[in-house]
């Protein structure tokens, strides 16, 4: 690899250990994937938040970071494991709480914005069209290469850090035009009218394809939310970090020759796969983190309504503040659903807490399923909502 005199400044540790540790982890990497160079990325989303996943080695490790360590650009965080200001009432643990603070304040004191999303890009961090990034959680990467056509790799929590504290990354993998031409082309027959279609396809692909890049035609208009289904579905159940929608997403690529045909009975049965036959004691809705119209919906379909099952509606922190100011956050309330803000059911500590778990994402369905041991209903989100409040 080649680096500049600034570069090589940061290796030899002139601009403090911080940045010293991250060059080498960067360096390491470029190594492993045959980078020529490093280069500039204008925006970082770090996961590895949650003190479940942390543990004390992770929290020592981002504590000794943070000793010297300041992000260079724009950087946010991935879902921790509570809701920052409302951990009592979803049942986290005072000592949970008392560590994952500690995490929070180790990103703090680093600059990062501790907003905890893996929707970032609802909430100003929104990567334009061929901005390199270096982004983490699977989901939100997928978004970012996909939707915005954003460059990114799925970044480990320590490479991610390493890009935020140096505002670099290694040029590889979907920082080059050939790693993101798609390889196949997917003919799509359904009518996709819900996001669980959409889940349900990415699922469907996943599978499939593995992490080849498809180029998907026949559907003709999506929405934000349905794309995010898709982003984490695919990226869940098959590793791709990128497709390309044929008149949605933005990137202009060629279409490849080799093809193939989702039947519409292939979704049906992804549908009805991710369903159980049990009794729900769950319903867990937003995931990947819920839109401002998805709150909307949400609130019109729970006004006057109460649930009688535990509900939780995870979303990043200024979403909710933005539904509060509306009003529509106190509807919801109203219902007796909770909110859980900075978080989301797989990285929480709830397994053990709950039997089966309803859900309109099918991405939460495979880690409910296979992090948690729960059962799983998958339904859109009307039926949720009949679900949380009927008895
Ligand atoms: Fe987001 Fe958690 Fe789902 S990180 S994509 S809400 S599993």
């Known amino acids: ?63 000794e970071m943070a000793r010297d360590g300041r992000v260079q650009v724009l950087t946010t965080l991935n879902p921790a494991g509570m809701d920052l200001e409302n951990w009592r009432a979803l049942g986290i643990s005072e000592a949970f709480a008392e560590k994952q603070k500690l995490v929070i304040d180790a990103f703090s004191r680093m600059g990062v914005i501790t907003t905890c999303t893996c929707t970032p890009y609802f909430v100003g961090n929104r990567p334009g069209l061929g901005d390199p ?6 989901s939100a990467v997928c978004y970012a290469n996909s939707v915005l056509g954003a460059r990114t790799n799925r970044e480990g929590g320590p490479s991610a850090l390493a890009a935020a504290l ?35 396809l990415g699922q469907v692909l996943g599978k499939r394809l593995g992490n080849q890049v498809p180029y998907i035609k026949g559907i003709r208009t999506a929405t934000v939310e349905q794309l995010k289904s898709l982003c984490a579905s695919v990226a869940t159940y098959g590793g791709t970090a990128l497709f390309h929608l044929e008149g949605i997403t933005p990137e202009k690529v060629r279409e490849p ?27 867990a809705i937003g995931c990947p983190h819920c839109s401002l119209e998805e709150l909307r919906t949400l609130a019109e379909l729970l006004k006057g309504k109460k649930v009688v099952r535990e509900t939780w509606v995870a979303v990043a922190r200024p979403v909710k503040e933005q539904a509060d100011r509306e009003g529509i956050g106190r509807l919801i309330e109203a219902s007796g659903a909770k909110f859980a803000a900075d978080t989301c059911f797989v990285v929480a500590p709830i397994r053990g807490r709950f039997h089966c778990m309803a859900t309109n994402s099918a991405k939460s369905v495979f880690y409910a399923r296979g992090k948690n041991r729960f059962k799983t209903v998958f339904a859109p989100l009307e039926k949720l909502v009949d679900i949380a409040t009927q008895g």
Do not use: C
């Open 1 to 63: 690899m080649e680096w500049t005199a600034t570069q090589q400044e940061m290796l030899d540790g002139r601009l403090g250990q911080a940045s010293r540790k991250s060059m080498e982890i960067l360096r390491a990497l470029g190594e492993i994937y045959g980078a020529r160079r490093f280069i500039e990325v204008k925006s970082v989303q770090i996961a590895g938040v949650s003190y479940d996943n942390l543990g004390d080695a992770g929290l020592e490790f981002l504590s």
């Open 133 to 138: 990034i270096a982004w983490s959680e699977s």
């Open 166 to 200: 140096t505002g670099l990354t290694v040029e590889y993998g979907y920082h080059l035009d050939e790693a993101r031409q798609p390889v196949v082309t997917v003919e799509v027959t359904h009518e996709m009218r819900d996001q669980i279609h959409f889940g349900a």
């Open 257 to 283: 020759d080799a093809g193939l045909r989702v039947a519409d009975e292939e979704i049906e049965a992804a549908v009805r796969a991710m369903s159980d036959d049990a009794q729900v004691d769950f319903v």
